[in-house]
């Protein structure tokens, strides 16, 4: 599932004019450029180089994360493009659950589609997946349990529902980027517990 995500979005970039990938994305501060490097930096990392990196960084994820953008950013969009080609079938993963691999690739993903007005229809599976992960993990290892805790997400195109609470219901694909805090996601949802939820964010 998470090549099949590299596989499509490396689609979707091929066609994108070079002007394009200097529009923001939903990653506050960063380009769909800058989150393309960040995608062939975290495809290329590895158990090891990941504590590594983040002992250099002096356990700071976003300084290790820009440090991962400066080293894979290329001079152009093709070489950039070129270096994402070349991991998008690795293996290798950060010390984390391996479902950590599918949050990166979907929302990622919806970062760089949705501000250029793209779309894509994702597995169920590897959306539940990753919502569900996201749920259960606390916000010190990138996670949204404490953002979750006070309200029961359900979707209403997916077997799931996750807490207790007020709830907050739409479709799993927003609820997944509601719960990664990018609050474009939020007029696809509803419920008495969307207040709550968008307050935490």
Same mark, same amino acid.
């Given at each position: 599932?998470?090549? /099949? ?30 989150? &393309? @490097? ?10 090891? *180089?990941? &504590?590594? *990196?983040? /002992? ?7 300084? +290790? ?37 599918? &949050? ?12 250029? *007005? ?15 992960? +996201? ?8 996670? @949204? ?12 195109? @997916?077997? &799931? ?23 474009? @996601? ?6 008495? *517990? ?8």
């Amino acid at each position: 599932m998470v090549h /099949a995500e590299r596989a499509a979005l490396i689609g979707v970039l091929e066609r994108l004019d070079d002007a394009r990938w200097d529009e923001p994305s939903l990653c506050a501060g960063w380009t769909v450029h800058d989150v &393309v @490097a960040h995608l062939a930096d975290t495809a290329r990392t590895t158990r090891l *180089g990941f &504590v590594l *990196g983040l /002992a250099r960084a002096r356990f700071d994820f976003d300084r +290790q994360n820009a440090r991962g953008v400066a080293r894979e950013r290329g001079a152009s969009p093709r070489e950039t493009l070129e270096r994402l080609r070349r991991v998008a079938a690795r293996r290798s993963t950060p010390p984390a659950p391996l479902d950590s691999r599918l &949050v990166e690739e979907i929302v990622h993903g919806e970062d760089i589609r949705r501000p250029l *007005g793209l779309s894509r229809s994702y597995p169920t599976e590897a959306v539940v997946r990753s919502l569900r992960l +996201q749920a259960r993990t606390p916000a010190s290892l990138g996670g @949204a349990r404490e953002l979750v805790a006070r309200t029961r997400l359900t979707a209403t195109d @997916a077997d &799931v529902s996750i807490g207790e609470g007020p709830e907050v219901s739409g479709p799993a694909l927003p609820l997944l980027l509601a719960v990664c805090r990018r609050r474009v @996601a939020l007029d696809d949802l509803g419920g008495p *517990g969307l207040a709550a939820l968008a307050a935490a964010m």
